[in-house]
Structures are given as structure tokens and as C-alpha cells.
């Protein structure tokens, strides 16, 4: 039986199976869910052994490290809630060692009443499968177990052609706040050669595609500082200086004429998009004005000069205000100056820039422009995430695209997200490279009421997964994978 | 008897008589003391009778026009509150016609606990009265009353030399929401030669000076809207565009380097100070170092180039920001693209600047820097105030200074006040020229705990307005004051 026509065969049971976790609240940010989410954790594991995985272990997070699974904290801290490990090693010993990374975890469902059908009592629908976490990201981690079974079923082997190991975290949808942590404790156990993550989008069911890469991120405040309480504008306008105005014109001088952040260094490290990448790009079917409506019903593009909106948000640093207040900002006028004004910025990042970089850059823009009688504060928040990267030319991202095409009978394109996660720290703690294979669409409504995933797309991740550790396998990976530091 | 006799003389009963009226809380902004304000200007009317005036009236404010002297309102509308109006003709029927203004409402008192003194107990204390409205503006309206008959003593007349009306409104401190209906509606039996207005400051007890302006103002808010919902700035950061960035383009764009305003226009209508006022100015003993400790501890000053401190806040026009406010503005990080960001502003204002012309300029400047997918509303609080002025060689203003001249034996220097008042609606309704002769000092407290005067000035004041009606007599106003329309 081939890989395909076992996946059809197994279909019912494996969305049954899929209905039976999706029903499990496993809310990582709602404490009262904490219970739902080791649940959650537990169904997965057992689903996992009973796929044949010969380990399967459930992970504490947030723990004492050298402690004997000591949950820390005590007072005020909060321990993490849990992950998923298993390893099904290869035949062959020599074969490469790949991780899958997903999450368990789900979002909250607020606003309920939006919901056609109660968030954690899937039913189908016409093809598709409605509940919190059908596409983000239960249904994409599920079909890995059908996939392996498939893989084995149509080989007639007893072990997957390469050494799988899964980590499927339980924190996602909270900022992932121990993760990096429990990737250095476990780092050993972690090793591997390519990391696979099924937590992104296609780009739609007709063209199917690859992640390959996701934007980093740094979050700023600048607080800026004049006189020492409000003053009367009438006493004082037009003689000091005003915060309020200082900020604009700070803020104002974040972006050039052409729109590219003026941060000094700041396109030193970006990587350039390839030819090839371009050229990929401007292959997917992309309708600016369909876009413009999904962004708000935004009435213009605006961005940096010689991108495209899609090489815009997914290939170029950006630096955005997301907040600015100051002085009086109730109903009817006030007449001062005020005594401070602020700003929270973001900025995306794109492979290699480094976010203690920017930061520099950024305190560095702040106190150069600074006008005298202003002082001024930036602060950030935590160290930031690098953005993650997958070269369309690497032997892994090749397997994965062959291993999607054979699934979906089609050529598979390129695309990125403009949003980050906690890839980068897997490449970059655990030094192997990505491969995103998923088969998610944008109009899953992950995050919001009535998040559905399309069943048949779920089935053709499951084949490309068969084909993909085939792929992996004889793409020879143990010996090409670069050492990291 | 000299009049400076008559005024040392009759300067105990004078106090008592301010420390009577000052011991009526005639706040116009709390409703709970309406009945004071009335109290307040029924002493008054009392107080101007007994002083010889023949004439005194309540004049009720926010009246029906027309009315048999009903009040407005019934349901909603909040009818004003008293005005006191008083007359004393000239024995000669071809004088000048001079009228002062003055306000008997006093401000707020809070925060009570900061009061060395209950606010509404006047109290001495080493040659000053301390008490709510004992400078702002009771003390430097009652000082008339002792002018007056200081003058009359010492002529042995019967009548002042000039006709004399008085118009003291109720409501001032609230911002005179009535006052320019009731100046048009009275205009017949307030017309004048000439508007002597006692409720500013001199530069310092040593340094005797006359205000020679304030002024105006414009309030106008900005809005600025893009998508219809906040975006994730990372599925569409940089490809949109960002209504807090084009608010701080355009609030940055609304001064240039030399910190002149770039409104379109803005500085055609200006009258500029000619070179005697800033030979004026320029004798005032100003001390930086103070001025910024007093401006909340600013650090440095700032604003437009060529021009001194002084001169930017009485003399130059400005444009501030007085708040400002968009997107997250919580604790944390929020990566958003705002779906719209506002902005208050205000414009300070000089003669000859009409407010109309400013607003109609803002508008222009903002629609024509607003960029593509962004849309923008100009809105104005009220249709703003014009700026009043009182050129330093008119007869009037020389006549005032001489009067201040002989009172204080010294000469007089020019201030103006940066702030603004119902001052302009005066000089534009009743077509008059304005004088400016007052003795507060800005270390006086007013608007804050512990309001003072400081009583050897009020008797100067007093010296003053003796001096003054025959100055200005002398100086034949009734034929030199320029006809307006």
C-alpha cells in the first residue's frame, strides 16, 4: 500500500482522533486551564506510543535546573506548563537525526459569542474541521503521526528512514517564556541534524508552498522628559522646549525619504533576498487589492522603495510605532506644554541582524537626535528574537519541497511570515537548520472565533511527511548540516 | 490733602473692606457657589454706591436676549452669572469716557491643605494679605474705589475728571463664557474712549511696568485614521501605512530649523515689535536662570531664532502640542499598527493674527502633508481668540505710564502677558484702545495655594488710578481714540 492510499484508508480514525485532542481546552495563557493543558500534554504523549514512537516523555518546563524535577518557584513564580518528547530512532544508525516542532497548546476564545459551533467541540463542516487548535496547531502536529504510520506502511519497514524526534512545546500561544531555557537543559537529547516546524501557512489550497523564514523582533520604549510638571503654553509656548514636539521629530527621522529605517547599521547584517527568492516570490498569485482589504481595508501600500508589499513584510526590517502618548489627551483643549512624552516601537528583523544591534543602533539614534533640555530614556523589552532563516537552496529545503510536491502533484513556491516565534532559538540553541512544512492557510482564523483547518490539506501534510523522511534520508543531511557555534 | 496722603490715610479701612469682599468665596466654576458670586457682586454694587458712584447695577449675563431681564435656560442651559456695572459721569460732558474691567469671581482653592491660611480668611502677614482673589482679581478692582476718592480729595471736585463706568464681570475665571453677548448687547452703555484693564502683572515690586498685550489663541485637534482595526505589525508592519508615523511627519513639519511655525501664511498678519519695545524689553532685568527654574525646571530654552526669550512668549505667535495619544499606550509590548492617532494642539496668537486665518491654514497644511492611505480631520475648539495689543506711544498707554510714573517714582517699563483673555473681545466690541494698569506680581500665587498681594502695591495701584483720570483727561482721548467698525 502506498503512502497515499494509506493516509485515505486512515483518514476517519485519525480525525477522529484529532476531534478527541481538539477537545481538550489546553489555554496556556488562562491559568485555569493549567490542568487542561498537562491533559493535553498526556493525550498526545499516549497517541504518540500507541504510533510506535519507543519514547515518549512528558517534559517539565520552568524547572530548577540540576533540581530533581523540582517544580521551581514557591512564592510568585510561576512554573512553565508542559511539553511533549519522543524518538523513534532509525534503522539505520548513521541516518539523520530530525526534530519536529509544533505546540499543544492553544489560544483563548474570547469572543465566544462568535463562535458558530463551541470552540472545543469540533464538528465538521463541509471539508473542514472547526475548533480551537484544528489548524494552529494540533491538526498540524497530528498529521506527523499519520504521516510516520503511512511512511512505514508503504516501505514495509519497522523504523522511520531517519531518527525522529518531536518536541511539541506547551507555551506557544503564551511567548514560549521557558522554551529557550528547556532547549539548552535538553540540548543533548535535542541534537539533530534538521529541524522540521509545522506551525506556519501555504499559501493557499491551489498553491501550495514553504515557509522559509520567519521575521525576528525587538520591542522599545522612549520616554522622553522636559520641565518637571505641565506648564501653562500661554507663560512658557513658544520658549522651551516641548517633549511632545521632540517626539515627532525623533520619530519623524525613524524613516527616509525611500522608507528604509535610518538606524545607523541598520542594513549592515540584513541578508539580501536572492534572485531566485525574488523571482519565486513574484510567482504567487498576489492580489494587492484582496490584500489591502484583509489589512484593515488599508487604502495604500507604503513601505520601503524597491520591495514589493510581500518582500515588504516578509523580507525587510521595519521599524513601526505601536504606541505614542503624552500631555492631555481627555475630551475639550488644555493649554501646556507637558512634562513628558513616550513611544513604543517595534521592529521587525530579518536574518542576521542581531537584535542587541538594533538596540544599540536605536539608543544611539535617541541620544544623537535629543534635542538640548529633553532628556531621554529607551528601554526594552527583553532581549528581543532574531529572525529565522531557511536558504531555498539548502539540501533540506529541497527534500522538504520534493516531499510536498510529490503529496500535492504540484510545484511548490516560497513563501515567509512576517510575525516571529520560537524558531530562531531552536536553529540557533540546538544549531541545525529549518524546514517549515506545513498546511495551514491565512483564512484558518487561527486566533479568532471559528479557527477551522481543511481536512484534506491535513491528509496532504501527512503524505508529504511520509515523503519527507525518504527525502531527508537520502538527501545524506548528517553530513551537510554546517556546525553552529 | 495730596492724593498719596489720601491713600495712606484711608488704607486701613481700605483692607478691611478688601478682607471683607476677599471672605466671600465667589468661585464661578463650582456651581455649589453660585449664591456667592452673587453675594460677591452685590458687595460690590454696595461698595461703589458708598464710594460715590452714581450708578452701580447687577447686570445679569446669559440672558434671552431682549428679555425683560428673565434668565436663559430652563432646561439644560446654565444661565451666567453676574456682572457689576457702575457710572460716574464727568462734570465736564466733553471728557473722555473711560472704562475699567476687572472680574470679582475668583479661582478654585483645592488642594485646601496647602493653605498656610483658609483661603476665604483673609490674613496679614508681613505686609501682605494672603487670601483667594487678594491679587486675581479683588484686591486690583477694589483699588479703584480708593483711587477714585484719593483723586477727588485731592482735586476738591465733586466728579472724576473723566466719565468712569466699570464693568466687573462674574464669570472671568471660568472663562467668560457670556461676556462677549453681554459686551455686544450693552455696547450702547458701555461705549468708551478708552479700556483700562487692572488684572495683569508688573515685572517686580522694583521694576514698575505696564502690560501692552496677550495673546490670542486657536485649540484644534488632529485625527488621523488608516486600516479600520489595529493591524499585527507583523503580517502587515511596513507595507502599510501608519497613522502614528504620519502624525509625528506631520507634527514634526510644523516648525522649521529656525523654529519659525510653517503654517501657510502664518506670519503674514503679524505685527512686528517695533525697535523701541524691544529696547523696552530688553531693559527688564531678566535672569535666565530663574525664568527656567520657574519654567518646571527646564533645562534649556528653545524656540524661534532672533528673538529673545521675552519676546517669544509675549510677542511671537507658536504652535504647541498639547497632547498626543495612539495605539497601545499600556504596560508591555503590543506589536501593532494603530488604526488612528490623535494630536491636540494649540496656537498662541499676536496682533494682528485672526484666528479664522490660522485655522483655515492648519487645514491646508494638513491636507496637504496627510500621505496616501491615511485620512485626516482638523477640528476647533470654539472659533479661538484674537490677540490684544496696546501700542507703547499711544496717548492712552502714555498716559497710564506717566500716572504709574508719579505713583511709583520710577520709570516704567513694557511687559505683555503670553497667556490670553476676554481682553481682546473689549477692545473689538467696544471699538476702545486698551491700557493695561495693574500691580500684581507673578510671584503673587494666583490660581495656587496661598494667593497673596502685596499691599503696599495695591496702595500704589491706587496712587495710580487717582493719577490716571487726569492724565488721561489731559490727554484728550475723546478725540484721539481711532474709530474702529
Not at 525587538?218 to 521632540?246: C, E, K, Y
Not at 513611544?343 to 544599540?360: C, E, G, I, N, T
Not at 511570515?417 to 484558518?444: K, M
Request: contains cysteine; aromatic residues 6%.
Amino acid at each position: 500500500m502506498d503512502a497515499r492510499s494509506y493516509v485515505e484508508a486512515n483518514a476517519r480514525r485519525f480525525f477522529e482522533d484529532l476531534k478527541a485532542w481538539l477537545a481538550i481546552p489546553s489555554i496556556s495563557a488562562d491559568p485555569a486551564r493549567r490542568d487542561d493543558v498537562r491533559k493535553s500534554a498526556e493525550w498526545l504523549a499516549a497517541q504518540l506510543q500507541q504510533t510506535g514512537f519507543p519514547v515518549t516523555e512528558i517534559w517539565e518546563t520552568g524547572e530548577v535546573p540540576g533540581g530533581m524535577g523540582e517544580v521551581a518557584g514557591g512564592a510568585g513564580e510561576v512554573a512553565g506548563q508542559p511539553a511533549v518528547f519522543a524518538e523513534w530512532p532509525a534503522g539505520d544508525a548513521s541516518a539523520p537525526v530530525v526534530l519536529v516542532y509544533g505546540h499543544h497548546d492553544v489560544q483563548p476564545v474570547e469572543p465566544l459569542g462568535e463562535w458558530r459551533s463551541p470552540p472545543f467541540e469540533p464538528a465538521e463542516e463541509g471539508g473542514r474541521l472547526l475548533g480551537r487548535g484544528a489548524s494552529d496547531d494540533k491538526g498540524q502536529v497530528l498529521f506527523h503521526t499519520l504521516g510516520v504510520s503511512a511512511g512505514l506502511a508503504a516501505s514495509g519497514r519497522a523504523a522511520p528512514p531517519v531518527t525522529l524526534k518531536l518536541l511539541i512545546e506547551g507555551e506557544e500561544e503564551s511567548g514560549s517564556p521557558h522554551f529557550a531555557e528547556l532547549l539548552r537543559r535538553e540540548r543533548a537529547r535535542l541534537s539533530c541534524d534538521v529541524i522540521v516546524v509545522s506551525d506556519t501557512t501555504m499559501w493557499s489550497e491551489e498553491v501550495p508552498s514553504m515557509c522559509t523564514g520567519m521575521r525576528g523582533l525587538l520591542d522599545a520604549q522612549i520616554d522622553l522628559t522636559g520641565p518637571d510638571r505641565d506648564l501653562h503654553s500661554g507663560s512658557f509656548g513658544g520658549a522651551v522646549p516641548n517633549p511632545l514636539h521632540a517626539l515627532t521629530a525623533l520619530l519623524a527621522g525613524l524613516h527616509d525619504e525611500a522608507g528604509r529605517v535610518t538606524l545607523p547599521r541598520f542594513y549592515d547584517a540584513v541578508r539580501p533576498l536572492t534572485e531566485a527568492e525574488r523571482t519565486l516570490f513574484a510567482q504567487l498569485p498576489f492580489d494587492e487589492k484582496v490584500w489591502l482589504t484583509e489589512a484593515g481595508g488599508s487604502r495604500a501600500t507604503r513601505g520601503e522603495q524597491g520591495f514589493t508589499t510581500l518582500e515588504r513584510i516578509w523580507a525587510r526590517p521595519t521599524a513601526e510605532i505601536n504606541g505614542m502618548w503624552g500631555g492631555h489627551t481627555g475630551p475639550g483643549p488644555k493649554t501646556i506644554i507637558p512634562r513628558a512624552a513616550h513611544a513604543k516601537l517595534s521592529f521587525r528583523l530579518v536574518a542576521d541582524q542581531d537584535p542587541a544591534d538594533v538596540a544599540a543602533a536605536l539608543r544611539e539614534f535617541v541620544s544623537s537626535r535629543t534635542p538640548p533640555g529633553i532628556e531621554a530614556t529607551v528601554t526594552f523589552d527583553g532581549p528581543g528574537a532574531r529572525a529565522s532563516h531557511s536558504p531555498i537552496d539548502s539540501p533540506a529545503v529541497r527534500a522538504g519541497r520534493r516531499a510536498l510536491g510529490r503529496a500535492f502533484g504540484r510545484d511548490v513556491l516560497f513563501t515567509r511570515e512576517g510575525g516571529s516565534g520560537p524558531e530562531a532559538d531552536l536553529a540557533e540553541i540546538l544549531g541545525a537548520p529549518l524546514v517549515f512544512i506545513a498546511v495551514g492557510l491565512d483564512s484558518d482564523r487561527i486566533h479568532a472565533p471559528n479557527e477551522k483547518v481543511e481536512m484534506d490539506l491535513l491528509l496532504k501534510g501527512a503524505e508529504a511527511a511520509a515523503y519527507l523522511w525518504e527525502e531527508l534520508a537520502a538527501a545524506g543531511l548528517g553530513s551537510t548540516a554546517e556546525p553552529r557555534p
